[in-house]
Antibody, heavy 121, light 109 residues
Framework: EVQLVESGGGLVQPGGSLRLSCAAS????????MSWVRQAPGKGLEWVSA????????YYADSVKGRLTISRDDSKNTLYLQMNSLRVDDTAVYYC??????????????WGQGTMVTVSS | EIVLTQSPGTLSLSPGQRATLSCRAS???????LAWFQQKPGQSPRLLIY???SRATGIPDRFSGSGSGTDFTLTISRLEPEDFAVYYC??????????FGQGTKLEIK
């Protein structure tokens, strides 16, 4: 079964840190460019960060640049998001999502179930 | 930065009716880079359409996408009860790499 499973979310104080993980199974993880997409409570989808297949290139939304770091370990089939200097407006469900590069769909065809990050004092 | 504006914000229709959802871009978008997603409450988004008009695997043919340039449309030809959800358009670009529209809520009338 094709699956992405996020973990690592929770409650953190403003200025704190969290590390999210996304474990992939059922497909060739290294063939996929991966992203993190978040959704604040009751709001729409916001792309946060992406990493190329192979991990040589990374991309960030302006709202998180310098605070969040995306990485991947293809030997462990896992995507990560290191979140530092967290702010209240980072509160959201964080989804990992992937697209198979070779298909050239430029759209996320695999999504995880999401992990909730709450930033509050 | 390309901004995607979806309309209407909410669409109230009955099962069996036709739904037409709009996504307008602030600058021209290559059709190759335009996608549509469906999201139901408590669920992750699901890819419906990529390349503006290609259905993703397993998507029923009542879903169709069209458009080019700055105007794109998602059409659901005959609404089924399970189609009532929120729909997002998304584009792949340069900076930011991906942009989503704000969503259209399709609700039962």
């Amino acid at each position: 079964e094709v699956q992405l499973v996020e973990s690592g979310g929770g409650l953190v104080q403003p200025g704190g840190s969290l590390r999210l993980s996304c474990a992939a199974s059922g497909f060739t993880f290294s063939d996929y460019a991966m992203s993190w997409v978040r959704q604040a409570p009751g709001k729409g989808l916001e792309w946060v960060s992406a990493i190329s297949a192979g991990g040589t290139s990374t991309y960030y939304a302006d709202s998180v640049k310098g605070r969040l770091t995306i990485s991947r370990d293809d030997s462990k089939n896992t995507l990560y998001l290191q979140m530092n200097s967290l702010r209240v407006d980072d509160t959201a469900v964080y989804y990992c999502a992937g697209r198979v590069v070779a298909a050239k769909t430029y759209a996320f065809d695999i999504w995880g179930q999401g992990t909730m990050v709450t930033v509050s004092s | 930065e390309i901004v995607l504006t979806q309309s209407p914000g909410t669409l109230s229709l009955s099962p069996g009716q036709r739904a037409t959802l709009s996504c307008r871009a602030s600058q021209s978008v290559s059709s190759t880079y335009l996608a549509w997603f469906q999201q139901k409450p408590g669920q992750s988004p699901r890819l419906l359409i990529y390349g503006a008009s290609s259905r993703a695997t397993g998507i029923p043919d009542r879903f169709s996408g069209s458009g080019s340039g700055t105007d794109f449309t998602l059409t659901i030809s005959r609404l089924e009860p399970e189609d009532f959800a929120v729909y997002y358009c998304q584009q792949y670009g340069s900076s930011p790499l991906y942009t989503f529209g704000q969503g259209t809520k399709l609700e039962i009338k």
